[in-house]
């Protein structure tokens, strides 16, 4: 982010922490206190989530004081400013990041096999990087081609690898063809927590 | 002492076999890559290995943990020389001097004296990790509660001052956030669920591995494929092996940089891309050559080279009596610790000292495979920064999904992973240090634990907190630490400094009279 605009995205960051942070101290205060079992009042759960809501608050709104001393509530977001973001090359190469990275880890995996969806979002994001569209779509076959075979490859040796060689379970199962899902133990889901 | 240097040769041993032998050397080799290829960090690396090994036997897995950590910021000096973009972020302060050599045309000098340095500089740590570890281990056997809240809070305090230089307010705030994010599921007192909203999987909390994969890996990705494309230099390298006064002319600065780096890896969540800066800068004042720094000195490429790889093995001192960690890598070190049963903290020193210098035997292999791998594999290596970076960065993702949802089978946890990578991104692009937050995310248990103990052993009582002698200590650090950089504070300090300076003037005779 360019350094002039920093005082802009601390003043709306700063009111968000701000709202975070009273919004913690709130749902602490409001978890209970167990008085009528002869729990110590120190030991109650809200005491540090509160402690921490507040000091969060704090120093949002030192944040927030010292970024309108820097101007920094002229946010100067008029249409120009926005078609610029929108049309800039970074902003969109940003966006499709993210949008094939999520649909692929939180809408495709787990609904199909783990392969599958792997190869689809490896394709799908060397294909979408790779392609120009200023060039005719039989000149970018070669790339094409390539993409697809990364695909299946990726898919393929990381499934392998994973699951036989460091048996590791995979979200959505395998290819039963390729190898079997491993067998969770009944009850072990979320045992470790680290 | 004795006995200890016994532990350390019993652990030598120990692994003097050829499945370890065989796990050291391709760890660090994939360490070596990890840490070259911009995008992928060495704490990734580490957190993606913590689940590839979490079936192997506890020391093997913590031998490969300790190879890809050393190996990840060893390796991003490579592309630091040969890119002028650090491989690592604890690789900024190799590029100022190594990427101008490079230009020069001694781009495998620059490589072979910054292996060298790096040896050198793990080897220095690894005896402060051998030397540090029993005495803060003994000593932090007389913290309790008290202490170990004031103890939180230095780290969240410290960590956010160092890694935030701008603007430490940013560095405090991350910090808390982190603290918070602890704070999210079942506490461990009256098992009462805090946070969840009526969540069934936030009800078990944030796990650590999701969000660092998050933060390290996803937001590298989204950052490295915003940027534009990267025009691969082609260099050619020359003779890799430095002749042994190339560096040891540099003894100075290589002691100096080695002892800062263990020093500063020891402070909690700062890191080696602190200690490397600092480091380069100290050498920097104290040569005579200081003007030509940053035009392909080979002194500030070994101070940063030094500086970088010392800290690794000081940031295992705190992991290990403390069980609080040096940097972002060394808190997955100890998630890996805790995972495989091993305890760290002030009791480790009674319950399992071998470990201790067992870790340490672990850090002289991945130091001596570091060595050995990095001088030898040098222009094949070179092959693998060409690979692009949309060719790369999806097969990248594709770990951190196995590597979120790998230890706990939750499909949960690749989500925390997305939200944590994006939520990283947007921290790092308005200046926000990540490093506190996963510090927070680690001392958010100890905090809360500590402060509630604290406070039913005192019956409320505050006055313990600043009564107890290590407890006043660590009070009167929070303070400075958070007052040494309001500007009101420095121009005190300048007054009273000023102040001094003529009185002690007016006192001593004038020279040459």
Known sequence: MEERNMPKADFVTAMIFVAFGIGVLVLALQMPRFEGQDVNPYSVPGIVPGFLGAIIAFLGGVMLIRSILKKGYRLGIDRDAVTRFYR??????????????????????????????????????????????????????????????????????VGYVFRSLFLVNLPGGGLSLLHPALPMMPGTEGMIHV | MFEGFQMFVDGVVGFLNLKIIFDVLWSTQLGIIVGMLPGLTATMGVALMTTLTFSLETSNAVIILVCMYIGAIYGGSRSAILLNIPGTPANAATAVDGHPLARQGRAGRAIGIATVGSFLGSVIGMIGLAFFTPLIGNFALRFNSHEFTW??????????????????????????????????????????????????????????????????????????????????????????????????????????????????????????????????????????????????????????????????????????????????????????????????????MIESPEFVYEVVAMVLFATTAMMILGLSMVRPLVKVLQVPRQKLMPVVFTLCVVGSFAIQSRVFDIGVMVVFGILGYYLKEMDYPVAPLVLGIVLGDILDKNLRRALILGDGDILPFFTRPISLVLAILVVLTIVSRMPWFLAIVGGIKSTVMRAVRAVLPPRGR
């Open chain 2, 151 to 348: 103890l939180a809070i230095f780290g969240i305090v410290i960590s956010g001052n160092l890694t935030a230089p701008k603007d430490p307010l940013k560095g405090w705030i991350a910090g808390f956030l982190g603290l918070f994010v602890a704070m999210i599921g079942m506490e461990g007192i009256h098992a009462h669920i805090r946070y969840s909203f009526g969540t069934i999987a936030l009800s078990g909390g944030i796990a650590l591995i999701p969000a660092m994969v998050g933060i390290f890996g996803f937001s590298e990705i989204i950052t490295v494929m915003k940027q534009p494309r990267i025009e691969v230099i082609n260099t050619k390298i020359e003779r890799v092996i430095p002749r042994p006064w190339e560096v040891l002319q540099y003894w100075r600065t290589i002691i100096r940089s080695g002892i800062i780096g263990t020093f500063v890896g020891a402070v909690p969540g700062v890191g080696e891309d602190i200690s490397a800066w600092v480091s380069y800068d100290r050498a920097k004042r104290a040569s005579k050559n200081g003007d030509k720094f940053g035009t392909g000195e080979i002194e500030g490429l070994i101070a940063a080279e030094t500086g970088n790889n010392a800290c690794v093995a000081g940031t295992m001192i705190p992991v290990l009596s403390l069980a609080i960690p040096g940097s972002a890598p060394a808190a997955v070190l100890l998630a890996a610790m805790f995972i495989h049963g091993v305890r760290p903290g002030p009791l480790i």
């Open chain 1, 88 to 157: 800039a090359e970074a902003t969109k190469r940003f966006a499709m990041t993210i949008v094939i990275c999520v649909v692929y880890a939180l809408v495709v995996l787990g609904r199909v096999p783990y392969e599958v969806a792997t190869a689809l979002f490896v394709f799908a994001f060397i294909a979408y990087f790779e392609y120009e569209s200023d060039k005719p779509l039989r000149a970018q076959l070669r790339k094409i081609g390539i993409a697809l075979l990364m695909a299946v490859l990726v898919a393929g040796i």
